[in-house]
């Protein structure tokens, strides 16, 4: 998807042009995306150079990180260091960086266009069909609200507290929703996200990982303006 | 659980006892979130989904207008400009579509109608009731009677009642928000600026304007122009009260005590919206003619906080008019 690529360009200039608005992620720190650059090398074995993360079936993957929003990166690496959000593997790195490092990481991958997501390619239609059920129209027997009723039109996300889960690795989408209803990950503000992972069946949670993962998202529908 | 036997519609042979329990079941989820259960000779029924259209033997073009319904509803933004000069879709205020109890579902509507109505003294049409919705909570200009765009959207809603049975005896399970017991305390501004800031601003804004992204609404705005207008039934603070308790926050329904959504609700509607199209000229004549509605609104009342008349201005939001003229009014004199 070359076009998609252009798209990302241009919603980065226009992220920090027009809008005026530049990501303030950690305590009114304003990050550098051309620091954060510098910043990553440690990163991009796992998130890869691209900021895309890989899936690693039957392993913990590493989400993608590229086009997810500054204000939510920030906050997911604050969560790690002062033990909010709990993964061993993730803790040792973000305690590399001070308040300023965060900012200006959290800004590097904001800018970088949404990558593709892997995995999700062993279901069925009526599989995937139920992910799309839940994705876009949720399932309200359950009190199940659609995803993108909070992640946004498209799931691509929304604002500073809700980030883009399509085309995001059907690994790890899975793997944070269990998370989620083992109590594992409770970093959710006002637990929104817990209320709607604890009512998911094991198969609702690879349906709509599936699905959501097989979504292309266009950077101009995404969250990193 | 209670299991108690219910007597779902006398007459009607689509819903016998074993559909009935059925139905039942698959509202079960929703009592352990703390919505009542159906009482005794209460009305239930469960709408049909887009599945049941799909599988459904029906003409394929009744199938397409009911298809056409359900899209104008969730996205009633498409007529933007057109019948609709706010933020709002239909679903914005109606969950699933119009389906969800306790969320104003549709179908009852589609069963009671025409019936009379307290808030325009005459009986009303579907089509009525839908140019009523309209006209406030979309503070729009409705679409005209018998339509393309009227149609479709009341074959939705008739469709939603599929197998209900016609003006029952019964009282209906979960119809409009419900209600919320008086609250023990007067509600209150400042405790339900602090409801709100703590369990609504993350999704409606600290200002109360929700979010749009990229032109699209996500999260509505709950004042202001993009909002519902002063006549709109949102803006009576007991069914605020009650949608709020049985709908928000999103996916946390009956999460906050019975004083919490009073006092946000109070909250909410004490924040200026565009002019009710019945507006006389004066808030306080208007409000006085409209008692039976404005009795439970804040309209014409002074907010404490800040002396501000509410209500008291000429402003309409994005549209040009005041009231819409397809409003009518009959005798049968």
Not at chain 1, 20 to 30: H, I, N, R, S
């Amino acid at each position: 998807m070359r076009k998609k690529q252009l798209a990302g360009g241009l919603a980065l200039l226009l992220g920090f042009g027009l809008a005026g608005t530049p990501a303030l992620a950690v305590d009114g720190l304003e990050g550098d995306p051309q620091r954060g650059e510098g910043l990553t090398q440690t990163c991009i074995s796992c998130h890869q150079a691209d900021g895309s993360g890989q899936n690693v079936p039957g392993g913990e993957s590493w989400p993608r990180l590229a086009g997810l929003s500054a204000g939510y990166i920030a906050r997911q690496l604050k969560d790690y260091q002062e033990g909010r959000r709990q993964n061993s593997t993730m803790a040792a790195f973000a305690n590399m960086l001070d308040d300023q490092a965060v900012a200006d990481v959290a800004a590097y991958y904001a800018q970088l266009p949404v990558t593709e997501a892997q995995g999700g390619d062993d279901v069925d239609d009526a599989t995937l069909a139920r992910g799309e059920e839940l994705a876009l129209r949720g399932d309200w027997n359950q009190y199940i609200v659609s995803c993108q009723s909070c992640h946004g039109p498209g799931n691509a996300g929304a604002g500073e507290a809700f980030p883009g889960i399509a085309s995001q690795h059907a690994g790890y989408i899975a793997g944070q929703l269990h998370q989620w209803q083992e109590g594992e990950r409770d970093n959710d503000p006002q637990g929104l996200m817990a209320a709607i992972a604890k009512r998911m069946s094991d198969e609702d949670i690879r349906a709509v990982s599936a699905w959501l993962a097989r979504q292309r998202v266009t950077s101009a529908q995404g969250d990193s303006k | 659980m209670k299991i108690r036997k219910l007597t779902l519609t006398t007459g009607a042979a689509v819903l016998l006892a074993g559909a009935a329990s059925a139905a039942w079941d698959e509202y079960k989820p929703l009592f352990a979130l703390g919505y009542a259960e159906p009482e005794e000779g209460q009305l239930v029924h469960i709408p049909p989904t887009l599945q049941d259209l799909e599988d459904a033997a029906m003409s394929p073009e009744l199938k397409e207008v009911v298809r056409r319904g359900y899209d104008l509803f969730v996205d009633t933004q498409q007529l933007r400009g057109q019948h609709v000069f706010n933020d709002m879709n239909c679903a914005s205020c109606h969950m699933d579509a119009g389906r969800q109890p306790f969320s104003a579902a549709l179908w009852p509507a589609a069963i009671t109608l025409p019936d009379y109505r307290g808030k325009n003294w005459q009986v009303n049409s579907l089509e009525e009731r839908v140019v009523g919705c309209f006209t406030y909570s979309m503070n729009g200009d409705p679409p005209e009677y018998g339509s393309d765009t009227m149609l479709a959207i009341t074959t939705y809603m008739q469709w939603l009642a599929k197998g209900a049975p016609v003006y029952p005896d019964q009282e209906i399970y979960g119809r409009g928000y419900g209600s919320v017991d008086e609250p023990e305390q007067e509600p209150n501004y400042e405790r339900g600026k602090e409801v709100y800031a703590q369990s609504c601003a993350i999704c409606h804004a600290e200002d109360g304007q929700g979010l749009k992204q990229d032109g699209q609404v996500v999260f509505p705005p709950l004042w202001g122009d993009g909002s519902y207008n002063w006549g709109a039934g949102m803006s009576r603070i007991n069914t605020s009260a009650a949608f709020i308790k049985h709908n928000m926050p999103l996916g946390q329904p009956n999460s906050l005590s019975d004083q919490e959504a009073w006092d946000v609700a109070f909250y909410m509607n004490s924040h200026e919206r565009p002019q009710d199209p019945r507006y006389t000229g004066d808030v306080h004549e208007t409000r006085e003619k409209h008692a039976n509605f404005h009795g439970r609104t804040l309209y014409g009342t002074v907010r404490e906080v800040d002396g501000h008349l509410l209500g008291d201005h000429d402003n309409t939001g994005e549209k040009d008019f005041l009231r819409p003229e397809i409003l009518r009014s009959r005798t049968f004199d």
